[in-house]
T-cell receptor, first 114, second 110 residues
Framework: AQTVTQSQPEMSVQEAETVTLSCTYDTSESDYYLFWYKQPPSRQMILVIRQEAYKQQNATENRFSVNFQKAAKSFSLKISDSQLGDAAMYFCATYPQGTYKYIFGTGTRLKVLA | DAGITQSPRYKITETGRQVTLMCHQT?????MFWYRQDLGHGLRLIYY???????DKGEVPDGYVVSRSKTENFPLTLESATRSQTSVYFC?????????FGPGTRLLVL
């Protein structure tokens, strides 16, 4: 079975500091995608970053970057220069190619302290 | 406006009643998805559709029915609502690799 584990229910970071959210996953598929989604209080799910498993280079999107360790099945999200607007729930997810099914983790609530 | 919309945004119903949640997208995406979000479970896939008239079950399909007569619409029906179906429901469209989510419908079953 495909699983995604986020072991940190809640994290806090000072404004302008850097924080890393952890995610591990388990899949038997060789081809898959990994995602981080942000869910602010509005509940809208917003795609933060996407990583294709066959690519060794870590994906980056402005202040957001990932550390993708394929052998360890680890996919952490680093947020640099944290801003108050980054406060949200963050969900890690995987999509094994050809299954049409996203598997989500249970989320990490990020608090940003002014 | 282009995008993906859901209606209603909030719904209160009673056990045993039929409820239909609507999802509409203007991008002409082939794929559409329904998820439910519960505390402690993240999002779980209920049903998905690869194209008009093609639907398939996800992780938690029991108690739900879907249809897709038009590419842009993907309604989700709870045929006889139960308290365990109290949840936030998200519709998404796109490709399997990239999904765009609607704003969600909060459903309370009394």
């Amino acid at each position: 079975a495909q699983t995604v584990t986020q072991s940190q229910p809640e994290m806090s970071v000072q404004e302008a500091e850097t924080v890393t959210l952890s995610c591990t996953y388990d899949t038997s598929e060789s081809d898959y995608y990994l995602f981080w989604y942000k869910q602010p209080p509005s509940r809208q799910m917003i795609l933060v970053i996407r990583q294709e498993a066959y690519k060794q280079q870590n994906a980056t999107e402005n202040r957001f970057s990932v550390n993708f360790q394929k052998a360890a099945k680890s996919f952490s999200l680093k947020i640099s220069d944290s801003q108050l607007g980054d406060a949200a729930m963050y969900f890690c997810a995987t999509y094994p190619q050809g299954t049409y099914k996203y598997i989500f983790g249970t989320g990490t609530r990020l608090k940003v302290l002014a | 406006d282009a995008g993906i919309t859901q209606s209603p945004r909030y719904k209160i119903t009673e056990t045993g009643r039929q409820v239909t949640l609507m999802c509409h997208q203007t991008w002409s995406h082939s794929y559409m998805f329904w998820y439910r979000q519960d505390l402690g479970h993240g999002l779980r896939l209920i049903y998905y559709s690869a194209a008009a008239d093609i639907t398939d079950k996800g992780e938690v399909p029991d108690g739900y029915v879907v249809s897709r007569s038009k590419t842009e619409n993907f309604p989700l029906t709870l045929e006889s609502a139960t308290r365990s179906q109290t949840s936030v429901y998200f519709c998404a469209s796109g490709s399997p690799e990239t999904q765009y989510f609607g704003p969600g419908t909060r459903l309370l079953v009394l």
